[in-house]
């Protein structure tokens, strides 16, 4: 029986790229979502097994509103992926640039390639979208030569667009990374992971993060991530979000009886394998 698998996008875009490397062409169906908030209701309400959802990008940053979506829905990181983002400019096979009029294709993907569109483009209307491949979609469908878009190859080759413009991404180093994500906490094979993720509230007193810190330290762990968001209505409380890479599964959970004294309030979110993912 495959996994359905609830993905931010449609057919040829990142997300289900990232689903087929990590879950196998084969034993998955995808789910198509228009945002991150129904991606997140569909794994809720039971309508997917796992969720493939964007966390950072090596370029636009860091995908804020995901870590409170996150938090809020308290689901179970199982597993991360990178995932080598390659953006091409695509149109109707024969048209000419010159009559391209807009382009578009989703926020992060044009922040992304904002120097090659300023330089070659800077007179065409950028047009934010849902998705990268919805956006070659709905050239192939409307037919219209005015158009084009920003998306994958896979994308261009499902819908019957031509690259005009290939691999133009502001930094070629363009990867994002990826959580695997279930509704419910799963058990942990102690032996086969490695990195964890964890968010805590810590009092607003002098030197408590640095504490934290101090702790990570201590138990020779490895801190790869560390974010901070304000608590909505309270000044100057935060949260923080920690990923935090161990060689003993041990040393973490000396990490987690430690932040009971350290925060007030703490939640690991995750425990996983950590992609060591190989830059081309």
């Keep these: 029986m495959s996994n359905r698998i609830v993905i931010q996008g449609y057919p040829g875009c ?6 087929y490397r990590y879950f196998g062409d084969a034993s998955i169906e995808l789910i198509p979502a ?3 908030g129904i991606l997140a209701d569909t794994l809720s309400e039971h309508k997917a097994d796992y969720a493939i959802m964007a966390i950072e990008n090596s370029i636009a940053g860091t995908i804020l509103q995901n870590y409170r979506i996150l938090r809020e829905y308290g689901f179970w990181i199982s597993g991360e992926i990178y995932h080598r983002i390659e953006l091409n400019l695509m149109a109707l096979p024969g048209v000419d640039k010159k009559h391209i009029q807009t382009i578009s294709s989703h926020p992060m993907a044009l922040s992304q390639c904002i120097s090659f569109l300023k330089s070659e483009y800077i007179n ?5 979208s849902e998705d990268t491949a919805l956006s070659a979609l709905h050239i192939s469908e409307l037919q219209d030569g005015s158009q084009a878009c920003i998306a994958s190859k896979n994308a261009a080759k499902l819908y019957g667009l031509h690259i005009l413009n290939e691999s133009i991404e502001t930094n070629k180093l363009n990867y994002t990374r990826f959580f695997i994500l279930h509704r419910e906490r799963e058990l942990v094979n102690e032996s086969e992971v490695d990195k964890a993720s964890v968010y805590i509230k810590i009092p ?4 408590q993060l640095l504490k934290v810190l101090q702790c990570i330290q201590d138990l020779n762990l490895n801190l790869s991530k560390l974010q ?12 923080f979000h920690m990923d935090v ?8 959970q000396n990490f987690i009886g ?10 690991v979110l995750g425990v996983y394998k950590r992609d060591d993912f190989q830059i081309a």
């Design 34 to 36: 228009d945002s991150f």
């Design 228 to 239: 901070s968001f304000p608590v909505m209505g309270k000044l100057r409380e935060y949260f």
């Design 14 to 19: 990142f997300h289900g790229e990232a689903a």
């Design 258 to 267: 430690q932040l009971f004294n350290l925060s007030t309030e703490s939640k």
């Design 245 to 252: 890479e161990f060689e003993e599964y041990s040393q973490f």
């Design 124 to 128: 065409t209307k950028l047009i934010e």
């Design 204 to 207: 607003d007193k002098k030197g």
